[in-house]
């Protein structure tokens, strides 16, 4: 009986829970493709290669509609710039729409440059400060918080090597800032490339070089100038120089921040402290000279710096101008 007993409770027990043999096997089978999908997921995860770069589109500004082969323009608020390219400032080439002097005598060094504001009472004589931001472009996030969060005075050097270049400059434009032309130049001392693929270096021949300038000019309109580091890293008679002759030919401003006496790097020391620092160091500079320009990098701390210690600039006396009022004698 207890052989017949042992057979039997199996059978009892699979007669009065008959739905427990399907929802086994239910469940085996999620178990299995379970682990199938998650052996792919993982495989996949292990085997796909890192980006280095990822590309992240430039944001649709409500300010800048796009149609398809034109560029058009609305300014906010009365802060946005007059559009760009103005046709008579064109000079259509293979590298693109480079600058030039209008047959009426206009250049873009004037037509381009953000107006400087009329002042009046303590200010209209007060030590007067320009800000270039260099680099901008090639981090658009950060690109798009300075535009939107720093005063409309302060001038951005764009980079050549930023994508999306022409609705870029066209949106920073619509905030109301000025923009130059930030040109690449290798150190004589430093190997092919170091400085990009299109930067311009005494190593070249002349011709080459002033390919590599009609490039850069050619990426993005509305630019009144060309901002760099040349005579740092280039020889007084090399080809660089030679090349550059085109920057005033075309009727555009220069500034050469590194070698300018009145220049003061901002953010090479990358701490908060460092940095206010150089602003002290901007503002002396302002008192001896009455005119000075600080120069940073497009980068999310110094973007803050800026804000907080521009926010209280006319409080202490100084006058925040564009960076092109400093290439004027009535700036």
């Not at 110094?302 to 926010?311: E, F, T």
Request: charged share 20%; net charge positive.
């Amino acid at each position: 009986m207890t052989a017949i007993a042992a057979h039997e409770m199996p059978t009892r027990r699979v007669a009065r829970q008959p739905f427990k043999l399907p929802l086994v096997i239910g469940l085996s089978l999620c178990g299995v493709i379970g682990i199938g999908v998650g052996s792919v997921y993982v495989g996949r995860s292990q085997l796909a290669s890192p980006q280095a770069i990822v590309a992240i589109p430039w944001p649709t500004s409500p300010s800048m509609p796009v149609v398809k082969g034109k560029l058009t323009f609305q300014p906010k608020n009365g802060r946005g710039l007059s559009p760009a390219p103005d046709p008579r400032l064109v000079d259509p080439q293979p590298a693109g729409l480079l600058p030039r002097i209008a047959e009426d005598g206009t250049r873009s060094v004037e037509f381009y440059a953000r107006p400087l504001t009329p002042t009046s009472g303590g200010l209209a004589d007060a030590p007067r400060i320009a800000i270039l931001l260099t680099g901008a472009g090639i981090g658009q996030l950060a690109t798009v918080e300075a535009m939107v969060k720093l005063p409309t005075n302060v001038t951005f050097g764009l980079s050549p090597y930023s994508s999306d270049l022409e609705r870029q400059a066209a949106d920073i434009r619509s905030e109301g800032h000025e923009i130059m032309l930030d040109l690449p130049i290798r150190d004589r001392d430093t190997p092919p490339g170091s400085a990009g693929p299109g930067a311009l270096a005494d190593a070249l021949s002349v011709e080459e070089n002033q390919q590599r300038l009609f490039w850069a000019m050619g990426r993005f309109p509305g630019f009144f100038g060309v901002s760099g580091q040349f005579v740092d890293r280039i020889s007084q008679n090399g080809t660089v120089r030679a090349a550059l002759s085109e920057i005033q030919k075309r009727g555009l401003g220069f500034i050469d921040y590194p070698a300018n006496d009145l220049t003061v790097p901002l953010d090479k020391d990358l701490r908060p402290q460092a940095i206010d620092e150089a602003f002290q160091r901007l503002e002396q500079k302002a008192n001896k000279r009455g005119v000075a320009i600080g120069v940073a990098g497009t980068t999310p701390l110094a973007i803050d710096r800026l804000r907080n210690w521009s926010a209280t600039l006319a409080s202490r006396g100084y006058r925040l101008v564009p960076v092109s009022a400093l290439l004027h004698e009535d700036g």
